[in-house]
């Protein structure tokens, strides 16, 4: 079983939701595929046992003692990214291109390392992470390095518990290909419900059977209606409804999963949505 749980936008207490699913369920291998912002580990606690360089990116580079200044690079590339028979690394998207056209092989293009891909031992099983190199590009591409990191570590019994990455770009559909259901958090806005459509024709479009929570129910009722009777139509389950508990702010400043706290009624509702999503899958029908 690999379960997603992704929000059509940040902010929506996504992380709340994965944090506390990954802290519940013990036998899973966690990953953070959130890799612009993960926060998985600083939650969850533990020790990196395994750090890796991940080369997501190709960089022209161009040798000055071989080059003619013919200007043929600079004409040929289309990001702009060769001024003065020099290249400008922020710009350049290793095309290869330049490399092509080059009439003396002056061009070069060497392996960039856009980030490094985590594994961390927590107290509740293995968490495959990345942390990106400031600036860099293509999350999408270490996202599914990092999903292919933890089947690496994957033991035959446990379930992959994800932590999404909001919106809908393509870090997003790396994050959900392939994966049994999602879980989407929404938030009772009108945003909110905008940002659920597009995230949810997503799911569908991938084929993956999408099961909703809506975060803050309480904070507009009107807006949870419409949110329950746009489900309904679409067929989707709504699995609970989280209230606002300013027991989530302490959590979040104290690095704590919120279902840790006993007194807490939202994290006594994820434990339900928890509990829920378990007793549809159950795990031994599930690989
Ligand atoms: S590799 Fe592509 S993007 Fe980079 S400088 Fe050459 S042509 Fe431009
Ligand atoms: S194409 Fe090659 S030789 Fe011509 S300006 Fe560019 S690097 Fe120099």
Not at 24 to 52: F, R, T, Y
Request: aromatic share 6%; with cysteine; proline share 3%.
């Amino acid at each position: 079983m690999q379960l997603v749980i992704i929000s059509g936008k940040g902010g929506t207490g996504k992380t709340t939701v994965a944090a506390s699913f990954a802290y519940l369920s013990e036998n899973s291998i966690k990953v953070d595929c959130d890799v612009d912002a993960s926060n998985l580990h600083i939650i969850l606690g533990g020790d990196d046992i395994e750090k890796k360089p991940y080369i997501g990116a190709k960089l022209a580079h161009i040798d000055s003692d071989k080059c003619i200044k013919c200007g043929a690079c600079e004409k040929v590339c289309r990001f702009g990214a060769i001024k003065d028979f020099r290249i400008e690394p922020l710009k350049c998207e290793g095309c290869g291109a330049c490399k092509v056209v080059c009439p003396s092989e002056a061009i070069r293009l060497e392996d960039e390392i856009t980030g490094d891909t985590i594994i961390t031992q927590t107290k509740r099983g293995l968490l495959s992470r990345a942390e990106m190199v400031i600036g860099a590009e293509g999350s999408g591409k270490l996202v599914t390095q990092v999903r292919k990191t933890a089947m690496q570590h994957k033991k035959e019994d446990e379930w992959v518990m994800m932590d999404g990455t909001p919106g809908i770009g393509c870090a997003v559909m790396a994050s959900i290909t392939g994966c049994d259901a999602a879980l989407i958090v929404v938030e009772p806005t009108q945003s909110g419900i905008n940002d659920f459509e597009r995230v949810h024709s997503l799911t569908k479009q991938f084929g993956i059977k999408a099961f909703v929570c809506i975060n803050k129910y309480d904070i507009n009722e009107t807006i949870v209606f419409e949110i329950e009777k746009l489900c309904q139509r679409e067929g989707i389950e709504v699995l609970g409804k989280i209230p606002f508990d300013p027991c989530v702010k302490t959590a979040v400043n104290d690095f704590r999963p919120i279902v840790s706290y006993e007194e807490s009624k939202a994290g006594k509702e994820i434990i339900n949505i928890w509990n829920a999503f378990k007793n549809k899958y159950k795990e031994e029908d599930i690989k």
